[in-house]
C-alpha cells in the first residue's frame, strides 16, 4: 500500500510538472534501497539509489562541518542536467533529474511538494 503510494506521488509530480521535463525521479532510503523509481531505459536503480544516498551522506557530512543546520537539499548542476536530492523523511531521500534549463525556483518548489507529501505519508 506505502510503495503505491509513494508511485502515486511521483506519477503526481512528474504530470504537474510537466514544464520542469523531469528526465527521471525515484525515491529510496538513506540506506540506497530503491522504494519507487521512474527511470528512463538504461538506469539501473540499483546504482542510482546508493549514489544518491551516497551523496546525500556526504553533503550531511558537510553540512554538519560547516554547521549549515539539518540538511535539506543537494544540488548537483552538470552541463546536460541537473539533479536534486531531497530530504523527504527520517530515511527517505527524493531525487530528481531535470533538464539543465529547467527554473531552479520551478524545480525547488515542485520536489519540495513532493518531499513534503512522502513525509506526512511516512508517518
Known amino acids: 500500500m506505502y510503495l503505491e503510494i509513494l508511485k502515486s506521488i511521483m506519477n503526481q509530480l512528474k504530470h504537474s510538472a510537466a514544464d520542469i521535463e523531469i528526465e527521471a525521479s525515484e525515491i529510496v532510503t538513506t540506506d540506497g534501497l530503491s522504494m519507487a523509481a521512474l527511470l528512463p531505459e538504461g538506469f539501473n536503480e540499483d546504482r542510482v539509489g546508493p549514489m544518491c544516498a551516497g551523496a546525500f551522506a ?8 560547516l554547521d549549515l543546520g539539518e540538511l535539506g537539499q543537494i544540488i548537483i548542476k552538470g552541463s546536460k542536467c541537473s539533479t536534486l536530492i531531497n530530504v ?16 531552479m525556483d520551478n ?7 513532493a518531499a513534503e507529501k512522502i513525509r506526512l505519508k511516512s508517518l
Open 88 to 103: 523527504a523523511g527520517d530515511q527517505t531521500i527524493l531525487t530528481m533529474k531535470v533538464k539543465s534549463d529547467a527554473s
Open 58 to 65: 556526504f553533503g550531511q557530512g558537510i553540512a554538519e562541518e
Open 107 to 113: 524545480v525547488s518548489r515542485a520536489v519540495n511538494s
